[in-house]
């Protein structure tokens, strides 16, 4: 790992040695492998990703770097402005001054500022719609992408990520990089990734409330079910 960190510079350095060496070695192939400047393929663990659904300040500002950095490419075509308004408990007004960067109804959905196929054009396919991205991937999975993002000149946007080689998408990240220290940028790239978590499945942190208290529920009732079915059984046995 040590020769991997002194091989790579530029865009992603900093964020690539967030994976530390240990993480690296981890058991499994985790968010993928890669091949160091020694040409040894290592595991890549994935970072935890710090998905919390109670922070609405978290959110709020992942929605702002969503809609920033990501709208202008890729679609959230399940998720609606108002839902965010609502969800996120950011004023309509608020939603509709900075965050619909692509529609004036607040009804509207999140679509992309760009034509697809233009897009497919530059990079050599469309931009995924992000609706359900930390769903199918993983919230870690995306997490990790986003910070290992590292430069490569041979790549036509000068960029590479150790997680998914060749990534066709630039690394659109790298001037909020350059201008925050690697803590910040880590804290930034955790709030868009809790937003795009919270976009996935919106009532996730309810359902898992809601589930403990069901499961809950179970185990005291267990309780009575057992004392009567000793009751029912008893003269039989």
């Given at each position: 790992m040590s020769t991997?960190?002194?091989?790579?510079?530029?865009?992603?350095?900093?964020?690539?040695?967030?994976?530390?060496?240990?993480?690296?070695?981890?058991?499994?192939?985790?968010?993928?492998?890669?091949?160091?400047?020694e040409g040894i393929v290592e595991h890549l663990a994935c970072s935890t990703a710090p998905i919390d659904f109670t922070n609405k300040g978290s959110l709020q500002n992942g929605a702002k770097t969503f809609m920033n950095y990501c709208a202008g490419c890729h679609s959230a075509k399940y998720v609606r402005h108002s839902r965010i308004a609502k969800d996120l408990e950011i004023p309509p007004e608020l939603v509709e001054k900075y965050l619909m960067v692509t529609t004036d109804q607040i009804g509207d959905h999140i679509d992309a500022e760009i034509d697809p196929e233009v897009q497919a054009s530059w990079f050599g396919a469309a931009p995924p719609d992000l609706s359900l991205e930390t769903r199918l991937r993983g919230d870690d999975w995306v997490y990790?992408?986003?910070?290992?993002?590292?430069?490569?000149?041979?790549?036509?946007?000068?960029?590479?990520?150790?997680?998914?080689?060749?990534?066709?998408?630039?690394?659109?990240?790298?001037?909020?990089?350059?201008?925050?220290?690697?803590?910040?940028?880590?804290?930034?790239?955790?709030?868009?990734?809790?937003?795009?978590?919270?976009?996935?499945?919106?009532?996730?942190?309810?359902?898992?409330?809601?589930?403990f208290f069901v499961i809950l529920f179970l185990l005291v009732l267990l309780i009575p079910v057992y004392l009567l079915n000793k009751e029912f059984w008893k003269d039989i046995k």
């Open positions: 991997l960190i002194k091989s790579l510079a530029g865009l992603g350095l900093g964020a690539a040695l967030t994976l530390t060496a240990g993480s690296a070695l981890a058991a499994g192939s985790g968010c993928g492998t890669f091949t160091n400047a990790t992408y986003l910070l290992s993002f590292y430069e490569d000149p041979s790549r036509p946007w000068g960029a590479n990520n150790l997680v998914l080689a060749n990534a066709a998408m630039p690394h659109v990240l790298h001037n909020m990089q350059e201008e925050l220290s690697q803590e910040e940028f880590e804290s930034e790239v955790g709030d868009l990734v809790n937003f795009m978590a919270w976009m996935a499945e919106p009532v996730r942190h309810d359902r898992k409330v809601i589930g």
